[in-house]
């Protein structure tokens, strides 16, 4: 039977089926009858739906660990990660990265890696006379002259590599050849463990010092000095403690001709010195002493030597006495002299 539009109207008025709201549960049409009826005895036989559980917090996602012996990291991390042992990766392929490491593992392979961070090059090749002299084949003919050279020259502060202020410090430095006047200090200084490889004129120069101040060198070595190690202009005390000098001509002399002269003093312990003319020269004429205690010494003409100095610089001094006097040069029996 088929039924127009009219007839289901008509049909629809007659039963009384008004708009009703949508189900809570479902959505859909319900009666007006059916708000009061439990969902489990209503006419649309309607399922409670259990509870939704709610969602599950996401998990963090586990980080990747950092590369262990990946090149371009720090230094330091580099070191850190190596001290456990892991299978060797391949270096990069870029060439910049392949020579980072290799100059780092270089270093940690050096003997003086200890040194490696400190050092430091200078920003440009100095032109000075030793370089002149001390190259071949101007060493051969030239090197007899050397000492009269320097003398004529008589450093100053260009010549110097490094130039300390009063009361500044430096250490852990080696110092190579090439150069004519190591070190200057401009008063009280400290060194530790500092080398020179090779000296040209003096490894070290106290400029200005006051009286009651003193400067002093902690460990190191010197080598090859034509002339004179440490050269003391000011006043004041020099002390030198575990020091090691090979092939030399004067460990430690007081100025001779200075300008202005003082009284200076020379403390050493822990010397050794193997061939060499002599470890202290000091002026007696103007109060000087020199101190020697638990030292070895091999190979040397004079342990200490007295001079009457003199201000003028034109003048050089005379040699009034050498060895232990108990006044000027002090030194006993721990001082072996070979």
């Known amino acids: 039977m088929k ?4 007839n289901i109207a008509i049909l629809a ?9 949508s189900h809570p549960q479902n959505g859909l049409r319900a009666r007006d009858c059916d708000e009061d009826i439990s969902s489990s005895t209503s006419s649309l036989d309607l399922k409670p739906q259990p509870p939704k559980s709610p969602p599950h917090p996401q998990q963090p996602k586990p980080q990747r660990p950092a590369p262990r012996n990946y090149p371009h990291q720090p230094l330091p991390q580099r070191r850190a990660l190596e001290a456990t042992p892991r299978p060797r990766l391949r270096h990069p392929r870029h060439p910049r990265v ?98 020179w490889s090779a000296v040209c004129e003096d490894a070290f120069s106290i400029k200005n010092q006051d009286a009651g101040e003193a400067t002093k060198i902690i460990s190191g070595s010197a080598f090859g000095a034509m002339d004179k190690v440490v050269q003391h202009n000011g006043t004041g005390t020099v002390s030198i403690s575990d020091f090691t000098v090979d092939t030399f001509r004067k460990l430690y002399r007081s100025c001779r001709n200075c300008k202005t002269m003082y009284e200076r003093h020379f403390i050493i312990d822990g010397l050794t010195a193997t061939d060499g003319k002599e470890i202290a020269g000091i002026n007696s004429s103007y109060g ?30 005379v040699e009034n006495g050498s060895g232990n006097d108990g006044t000027y040069c002090i030194y006993g029996s721990d001082v072996v002299v070979s």
């Open 3 to 6: 039924y127009s539009t009219i």
């Open 13 to 21: 008025l007659a039963l009384g089926v008004t708009a009703a709201p």
């Open 98 to 195: 392949r020579q980072q490491v290799r100059q780092a593992e270089t270093q940690q392979q050096h003997p003086l890696r200890l040194l490696a961070p400190l050092y430091r090059a200078l920003p440009a090749p100095r032109m000075v006379l030793s370089l002149l002299l001390l190259e071949p084949p101007f060493s051969l003919l030239l090197k007899p002259l050397l000492p009269w050279l320097v003398r004529r020259w008589n450093g100053g502060d260009s010549g110097a590599v490094f130039q300390i202020e009063n009361g500044g410090s430096l250490s852990h430095v080696i110092i190579g050849p090439n150069q004519i006047e190591g070190v200057h200090c401009q008063g009280a200084c400290t060194l530790a463990n500092v080398w």
């Open 288 to 317: 000087d002493s020199a101190t020697i205690t638990n030292s070895q010494v091999s190979g040397v003409t004079d342990v200490c030597i007295t001079y009457t100095g003199t201000d003028d610089n034109s003048e050089e001094p």
